[in-house]
């Protein structure tokens, strides 16, 4: 017997004694039945007929997308995607004719931008400053309207098509007047993560040291008396003078030390009730504050170089922070390593990342308007 079967089998016991296995059977087709006319008791005539279109579309394990072929499963997921977005269209159980399905119209409305069956609500900032000219096609608004029917739904977008059909157009178009803003990167076999998310750089240490220096000024006659240690503060000045970014926090860090030994002693005294006006709370967690920017600053800022470091967020991580639109150009050249870092904001409506190269251990607050679009061609 090999070592990897051994290792197998001793793994599978393992996990026999320690997990005990519960068998999830999938759903049956009077399940779905059940759960579709619960979430959409609109759709209660034709959900048998969605359940058969769902179960003809998982039996067939390919489907063609172009000259590729193209393997996937469908779930639960999407079954009830596809009712949300039926019945978001205003269907309630009878057919369209086919006038009604070719009628493709655009309409600017006083609440919103409405694109067939589809009414989108205008951004806050909105400017109706279209640059490009568009020519509203039968079979451009057919697919502007999927994509806004996309956007209603929070669902990112891939577009794939040949070079100079219109995908980044017709993104661009409706951004723009809907006066949403759009951000395009455009990736390659070269793009790094760092192009999304962003990463460490190089900046003027200035921009570290002077919050750290007003911040400190403005803390200290808070807790002493500028009468009895002028010394730290002249130094200081001096050094900012000089644009001695350096010795700033070298000062900084000798001054620090003694005002953690005063506000300890301080604390001691008004424990005991000796000092008549005791330092409040607020300014020993201020100070604690300040300790932990001071220890930032000195991990930022090299001591041999004196060349300073911060996290720039990427791109991406603003779209998503600001509630802009973001377009990928030729997303399929990217790294897969690259797009991995993406699946966060994909798993739903509200995936949001986490910057854990910045040291963030929370996740990034996804703004409601952000919006996710891929273009890729189909040859690629």
Not at 43 to 57: M, Q, R, S
Request: proline share 4%.
């Amino acid at each position: 017997m090999s070592d990897c079967m051994m290792f197998w089998q001793v793994g599978k016991s393992t996990l026999g004694v320690l997990w005990r296995r519960v068998l999830i059977s999938p759903c049956t087709s009077e399940y779905f039945l059940l759960i579709i006319n619960k979430l959409y008791p609109e759709l209660e005539a034709v959900a048998k007929n969605l359940i058969e279109a769902y179960e003809g579309i998982r039996s067939s394990h390919s489907h063609q997308l172009g000259a590729s072929q193209l393997f996937t499963r469908f779930s639960l997921r999407d079954l009830l995607k596809w009712c949300k977005r039926i019945q978001s269209l205003g269907f309630l159980g009878h057919s369209l004719s086919a006038h009604e399905r070719k009628i493709i119209y655009v309409e600017e409305l006083p609440s919103g931008f409405q694109i067939g069956r589809i009414t989108l609500n205008w951004s806050r900032n909105v400017v109706h400053n279209q640059t490009r000219p568009f020519v509203d096609i039968p079979s451009s608004l057919h697919v502007l309207e999927k994509i806004a029917c996309s956007v209603k739904h929070n669902e990112p977008v891939l577009l794939v098509g040949e070079t100079g059909t219109g995908k980044t157009t017709l993104v661009q178009n409706l951004a723009s007047r809907l006066g949403q803003p759009l951000t395009v990167l455009n990736l390659s076999q070269q793009s790094d993560v760092e192009d999304l998310s962003g990463g460490l750089k190089s900046t003027d240490p200035r921009f570290i040291c002077i919050p750290l220096y007003n911040e400190f000024m403005e803390l200290f006659p808070r807790t002493f008396s500028k009468t009895v240690n002028p010394g730290i503060l002249e130094y200081l000045r001096k050094h900012r003078n000089d644009k001695n970014w350096k010795k700033i926090l070298e000062t900084l860090q000798k001054a620090l030390q003694k005002v953690l030994d005063l506000t300890q002693r301080e604390r001691r005294i008004a424990g005991a009730g000796k000092r008549k006006r005791p330092l409040s709370e607020e300014v020993f967690q201020a100070w604690e504050r300040f300790t932990d920017k001071l220890n930032l600053a000195h991990r930022q800022i090299n001591a041999s170089s004196c060349m300073a470091f911060s996290f720039v967020e990427g791109a991406f991580i603003t779209a998503l922070r600001n509630g802009h639109w973001i377009l990928l150009d030729e997303v399929n050249l990217a790294p897969p390593e690259t797009l991995q870092r993406l699946m966060g904001v994909l798993v739903g409506g509200n995936g949001s990342l986490c910057l854990t190269e910045r040291g963030d251990v929370d996740y990034i607050e996804r703004h409601p308007a952000f919006r996710l679009f891929g273009y890729m061609n189909p040859d690629n």
